[in-house]
């Protein structure tokens, strides 16, 4: 008797269990049908592994259910993605999607917290967010001084091109520029070779093995107990260590040095009498957020920009034209952007055509909403699909096809492109930006004005880039002939 009970409730409970898990919230976004256990993952996975990309996975299902917000269930966490440029807008914008989720995935990232401020939210990220970028400013971000420096590593691959007689793999040579940059802002002085080169390593190597562990981890963190290899969880965790001790190493020869004009001693010295929020622990994330946020991106779009001139040689030798006529043979610096309008219009068409975050967020929502006309739950992770946006036929004639005049109105000047948002918008907007614009700028500018570019035995490199958490070119090489 008591046994029948027992299976009774057992059996009761089971499909109690199974009805919460696959029951969908009342008006939710339309998606695929939800499983005990795995809710939509399954049908995401599938398409993740034939596209290659879980961008294209989701823009597929977007497609199949006719909706601007699709509804799904990934492992226990609701995800909604959203499409459109209302939406899209609304997500950027309200401040109900300003949170980030806490996933496993976000606090894997920062070392088991959430800290710092890509992956914090509410009081702590607004108030580190603001303290870094007023100080990075205070130290010259942003300003002339930067341009200078950028300057200087410009000019730095043009001698390093010059001075080579054989082809370049352009990847080898952006990343590492963007990096001085960044990490002289960061922590003053110029980074050693053998650490800008493991520095660099370990980024990628972090992004490959992110990318690798996919949905899996994020949605099944307990399979990092039994599989901790093939999960990915040892890596990541080793190359985390690997990289917190280079920013731990930088924050401690700061403590013994009297540098005054950088990142990491501002913070520091503000530590000093704010010890309760402010803490070294932070300071070592933000860091982690700057490299990790600002330099694959940057020199990806670059890589981009390069490949698409070599490319399309019509487009390259307009370009050329266009410098030569305009700035001669002076030093590209920021404000040649407002003159050099096919040039910037080209740069504009490249950040569309090659959407560097092509699934932006992830966001948390903080209170019940509508999206759409569909209730989104407190607590729901949104992704924002701009890769979609950005060739979107309401927006865009002939999206597929690359056209920078797109960007030029009749008057010939440079059209506004407030449909692209490589750099988000709102409060959450990169506050990279600045960095990330006049370097590609500058460098694109300045290789041009010296060098045309070409296929190297007359191959031509794959445009098809290769899509992670960011898309990047598929590695090439190209012949930088001198100009007269
Ligand atoms: C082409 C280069 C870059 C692209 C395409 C890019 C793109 C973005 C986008 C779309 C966001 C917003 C994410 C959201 O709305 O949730 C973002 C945030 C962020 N970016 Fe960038 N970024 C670039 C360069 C940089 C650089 C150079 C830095 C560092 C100096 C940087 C640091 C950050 C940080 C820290 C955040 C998080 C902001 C927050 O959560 O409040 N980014 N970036």
New binding site residues.
Partial sequence: MITALLFASLVLFMTGYILQAVTKPKKYPPGPRWLPMVGSSNAVQKLTKFYGSQWKALSHLAKEYSSEVLGLKLGSDLVVVVYGDRNIRQ??IDTEFEG?PDSFFIKLRCFGKRM??????GPL?SLH?QF?VKH?KNVG?GKTAMEKEIQYEMNRIVDYISSSNKPITPKNIFASS?MNV?WK??AGESIAKDRLTLLLDLLSARSKAFSMAGGWLNQFPWCRFIFPEASGYTLIRRINKQLADIIEEAIENHKNKATNNDFIYSYLEHMKDNKDTFTEEQLKV?CL???????Q??S???EFAILTALRNQHIQEKIYEEITRIIGDSTPCWTDSHKLVYTSAFLLEV?RYY???PL????RVLSDTVIGGYSIPKETTIL?A?GDLNFDPNLYDDPHEFKPERFINEQGALKNAEHV?????????????????S??FLTFVGILQKFKIQCVNGLLPSDEPVIGL?AAPRPYSASFVKRN
């Avoid at 710092?116 to 939210?121: E, F, L, N, R, Y």
């Avoid at 932006?360 to 966001?363: D, E, L, N």
Wanted: proline residues 3%; charged residues 15%; hydrophobic residues 50%.
């Fill in positions: 997500v950027f980030r710092g401020i890509t992956s914090a939210d990220w967010r870094t990075l971000f963007v960044l802002y960061v933000i957020d700057l490299f990790i946020a600002g330099s991106t940057t990806n779009l670059l950040q959407t560097i975050v932006a967020g992830p966001r924002l701009v948002y490589t750099f988000g918008l709102g409060r959450r907007r990169c506050p990279g930006d600045s960095l990330a614009r370097f590609i960011i």
